[in-house]
């Protein structure tokens, strides 16, 4: 059960796009589409912004979008806006257990 | 509107016990699946157990299996976990978090969460 791979941080100006991945294995990322992404300010609980790897819950902006290739699941976030600064994690179903990523921190410049 | 509330965090010493309690409301708590997610001070989350809606089914995180159980009440739409032999490690904020309907290992509501400090 090893925790998926994120980047410690990414950065980007207003009205930019980042893009934040997550690394897995064949076990997790590859073999399933159950991929979710999770928005959490600080002392916040976290939120679901992507789920099924492409697939957004009513009141997500559009800005907010995923994909993936293989191991490896991005959530990409376009017109970057001051409120979308937080940290930003990544989780895998992975049969019988579920696995997340360590985590990144979103810095709007 | 979905709400999910913790409750039975504190300190406690290394190889004690504790229950966590998570009180649910506004949706039918018997159709969903619950889950337990922890948050260790300035680290990332962590899946910790899961029980099917009808209680027949719980899986737990290698770090946490044959110490901690998961269990619910629906008669009450209560969610429990039950920690034992605690280590430091255990040190965390405790999520309850309700399984998406249709997709496997989504969470769609979160609790506040209750914090669990492991310390002598």
């Known amino acids: 059960q090893s925790a998926l791979t994120q980047p410690r941080s990414v950065s980007g100006s207003p009205g930019q796009s980042v893009t934040i991945s997550c690394t897995g294995t064949?076990?997790?990322?590859?073999?399933?589409?159950?991929v979710s992404w999770y928005q959490q300010h600080p002392g916040k609980a976290p939120k679901l912004m992507i789920y099924?790897?492409?697939k957004r819950p009513s009141g997500v902006p559009d800005r907010f979008s995923g994909s993936k290739s293989g191991n490896t699941a991005s959530l990409i976030i376009s017109g970057l806006q001051a409120e979308d600064e937080a940290d930003y994690s990544c989780?895998?179903?992975?049969?019988?257990?579920?696995?997340f990523g360590g985590g990144t921190k979103l810095t709007v410049l | 509107q979905v709400q999910l509330v913790e409750s039975g965090g504190g300190v406690v010493q290394p190889g004690r016990s504790l229950r966590l309690s998570c009180a649910a409301s506004?949706?039918?708590?018997?159709?969903?699946?619950i889950h337990w997610v922890r948050q260790a001070p300035g680290k990332g989350l962590e899946w910790v157990a899961v029980?099917?809606?009808?209680?027949?089914?719980?899986n737990y995180a290698d770090s946490v299996k044959g110490r901690f159980t998961i269990s619910r009440d629906n008669s009450k739409n209560m969610l429990f976990l039950q920690m034992s032999s605690l280590r430091a490690e255990d040190t965390s904020i405790y999520y309850c978090?309700?399984?998406?309907?249709?997709?496997?290992?989504?969470?769609?509501?979160w609790g506040q969460g209750t914090l669990v400090t492991v310390s002598s």
């Open positions: 978090a309700r399984g998406h309907r249709t997709s496997a290992g989504v969470f769609d509501y």
């Open positions: 506004g949706f039918t708590f018997s159709a969903y699946g």
């Open positions: 029980i099917w809606y009808d209680g027949t089914n719980k």
């Open positions: 064949s076990r997790d990322v590859g073999l399933y589409n159950y």
């Open positions: 099924d790897v492409t």
């Open positions: 989780c895998s179903y992975a049969g019988s257990y579920l696995v």
